[in-house]
């Protein structure tokens, strides 16, 4: 029967062209949509840290709910960078100790990531007092407060165009850094 | 032909159009989402900038420190490039900022990339030139202007050097003839107002210059950076340039950054003001207005030109002002429904 290969291959391009490109068009508009809405509540988050010189619990899991809304899952990296100033220090030969040279000092900045900034706003119920709460973190002015996010599972747009192109796509579609530096402190 | 046939080659011509532009269509948004997140990133970037350079120092004097604020500008930019640790990439990126400029009370500095010479070897650096003070000059004096009323001048004719505010000159008279200072018969307002207008100009004008002249010098150095980007002044705004000289504060550019690969380079500035010497000001209608039911409704107001201000009972030494909108409302002040 001629017909029938015809038919088969009418059957495919309706398939694709119905159904799979305008999936796959509309897919890749949402990601890119997601993208502008992540960026914006990113930003949104780290300017009110930067502002208020803490990160409170609701703020960081309102910006959590935010992020959820999008329906992705993600990676979501803080650093705070703590400014801190040290003294200069040499070795002595003759006494055998490091001595501050004086009237030196040295600024460096030290890192606190994700885990460490989640266990103070979020932390482990301790059995002697389960009535614990979270306390908001508190950071200094001069401090670096950076947030970046990226996805981690694979949308819906990467899984359909793997379909069509058939190759492997890296996931991440979603990729946002900001940060800054901490203009006011709580006190 | 059978329809399906027709669908077919329908297809066929369709198919390598429709995804070209769909490729570029994707590259173009990207380019526009990046463009939006570099915005955001410089302006975080000059925020930060202004606020570390800014100090009060002794008898309220405000004090620049302009290597504080760039170290903060670029802390800023290299965190969010997460480059705080790639030497290379950070040189990189400072090939894409021709110019920065710091404006001072009574200068402003400029920062660009300069060329010298080191053991034989050429460097190139970014690096801040001298402060420059607003010039102005017309046939008899020069000036030298600042970002409020204060001026010092030097006369050509007797050789002398005056410093004053601006309306203690006018009440005086110490400077017959000076352009400066006088009244523009065609533009309405008193001196004070047309002095305002030429200053402003005067201090865009050398601003502009030798920012043009940083960007333009620019173009010779991108190419050591490897990059190929024609580098000119972006537009700004005249309100921009306004605000920009408000206050004390920072301004940077950045521009030849590739977004994407649509072609589309960023070509874009920031300007941040640290809002110290303008602050807002509200004058109060001590005489209040009828509100139409036989009572007083006592408003204040942001300008002192707003009509609902009766200028034929304005008190001698002025209408009352106010700092803030919060101190009005605490003395029984409402908004002023025209103006505010």
């Given amino acids: 029967m001629p017909n029938a290969l015809s038919k088969i291959v009418a059957i495919f391009l309706v398939v694709f062209l119905?159904?799979?490109?305008?999936?796959?068009?509309?897919?890749?508009?949402?990601?890119?949509?997601?993208?502008?809405?992540?960026?914006?509540?990113?930003?949104?988050?780290?300017?009110?840290?930067?502002?208020?010189?803490?990160?409170a619990p609701d703020m960081y899991e309102n910006y959590l709910?935010?992020?959820?809304?999008?329906?992705?899952?993600?990676?979501?990296?803080?650093?705070?960078?703590?400014?801190?100033?040290?003294?200069?220090?040499?070795?002595?030969?003759?006494?055998?100790q490091y001595?501050?040279?004086?009237?030196?000092?040295?600024?460096?900045?030290?890192?606190?990531?994700?885990?460490?900034?989640?266990e103070c706003l979020?932390?482990?119920?301790?059995?002697?007092?389960?009535?614990?709460?979270?306390?908001?973190?508190?950071?200094?002015?001069?401090?670096?407060?950076?947030?970046?996010?990226?996805?981690?599972?694979?949308?819906?747009?990467?899984?359909?165009?793997?379909?069509?192109?058939?190759?492997?796509?890296?996931?991440?579609?979603?990729?946002?850094?900001?940060?800054?530096m901490i203009k006011d402190e709580s006190d | 032909m059978k329809v399906t046939d027709l669908a077919i080659a329908f297809i066929l011509i369709i198919l390598p159009s429709t995804l070209i532009l769909d490729y570029k269509t994707m590259n173009t948004s990207l380019a526009a989402y990046e463009n939006v997140k570099m915005v955001r990133i410089l302006d975080a970037a000059v925020e930060d900038a202004t606020e570390s350079m800014v100090s009060v120092g002794v008898s309220d004097r405000v004090a620049i420190d302009i290597d504080k604020g760039y170290d903060s500008f670029i802390n800023t930019l290299y965190r969010n490039f997460q480059m705080i640790d790639d030497e290379i990439n950070r040189r990189t990126v400072e090939g894409y900022i021709p110019c920065i400029a710091a404006v001072d009370y009574d200068g402003y500095y400029i920062m660009r990339h300069i060329e010298?010479?080191?053991?034989?070897?050429?460097?190139?650096?970014?690096?801040?030139?001298?402060?420059?003070?607003?010039?102005?000059?017309?046939?008899?004096?020069?000036?030298?202007?600042?970002?409020?009323?204060?001026?010092?001048?030097?006369?050509?004719?007797?050789?002398?050097?005056?410093?004053?505010?601006?309306?203690?000159?006018?009440?005086?008279?110490?400077?017959?003839?000076?352009?400066l200072l006088s009244d523009d018969p065609y533009i309405a307002g008193d001196?004070?107002?047309?002095?305002?207008?030429?200053?402003?100009?005067?201090?865009?004008?050398?601003?502009?210059k030798d920012i043009t002249d940083a960007i333009n010098n620019h173009n010779n150095i991108a190419k050591y950076y490897g990059i190929t980007y024609y580098f000119s002044l972006p537009t700004v705004e005249h309100?921009?340039?306004?605000?920009?000289?408000?206050?004390?504060?920072?301004?940077?550019?950045?521009?030849?950054?590739?977004?994407?690969?649509?072609?589309?380079?960023?070509?874009?500035?920031s300007i941040g003001g640290a809002r110290i010497f303008k602050t807002s000001r509200f004058y109060l209608d001590i005489d209040g207005t009828p509100d139409g039911t036989g009572g007083l409704v006592y408003f204040y107001h942001t300008t002192e030109d707003c009509p609902w201000l009766k200028p034929s009972v304005r008190p001698p030494e002025g209408y009352p002002m106010r700092d803030h909108a919060k101190e009005c409302a605490k003395e029984g002040y409402f908004p002023c429904e025209y103006c505010y």
Wanted: hydrophobic share 35%; proline share 5%.
């Fill in chain 1, 18 to 55: 119905l159904f799979v490109y305008p999936i796959k068009n509309e897919l890749e508009r949402q990601d890119e949509t997601s993208r502008i809405y992540v960026l914006s509540k990113t930003i949104g988050f780290v300017d009110s840290v930067r502002n208020l010189g803490y990160i």
């Fill in chain 1, 65 to 96: 709910s935010e992020l959820a809304a999008t329906g992705n899952l993600y990676k979501i990296e803080m650093v705070h960078a703590k400014l801190e100033y040290l003294p200069v220090t040499e070795y002595n030969h003759s006494t055998g």
């Fill in chain 1, 99 to 118: 001595e501050a040279r004086p009237g030196e000092f040295l600024k460096s900045y030290k890192n606190t990531y994700t885990a460490e900034i989640e």
């Fill in chain 1, 122 to 180: 979020f932390p482990e119920p301790d059995p002697l007092n389960p009535l614990e709460e979270g306390k908001p973190y508190e950071m200094r002015k001069g401090d670096y407060f950076t947030v970046s996010v990226v996805n981690q599972n694979k949308t819906m747009a990467t899984k359909i165009q793997e379909m069509v192109y058939g190759r492997v796509i890296s996931p991440e579609k979603i990729f946002v850094t900001y940060g800054g």
């Fill in chain 2, 116 to 179: 010298y010479e080191r053991d034989g070897v050429t460097e190139i650096k970014m690096a801040w030139m001298p402060k420059r003070s607003y010039s102005y000059s017309d046939d008899r004096y020069i000036y030298s202007l600042t970002l409020g009323n204060d001026i010092t001048v030097y006369d050509k004719y007797t050789q002398q050097i005056y410093k004053d505010s601006a309306d203690n000159f006018i009440a005086s008279g110490t400077l017959p003839g000076s352009v």
């Fill in chain 2, 191 to 208: 001196e004070m107002h047309d002095f305002d207008v030429r200053r402003r100009n005067a201090i865009i004008e050398c601003l502009q």
């Fill in chain 2, 239 to 269: 309100d921009d340039w306004m605000k920009t000289i408000d206050d004390v504060g920072f301004l940077a550019f950045f521009q030849g950054m590739p977004m994407g690969n649509s072609g589309e380079y960023a070509n874009i500035f």
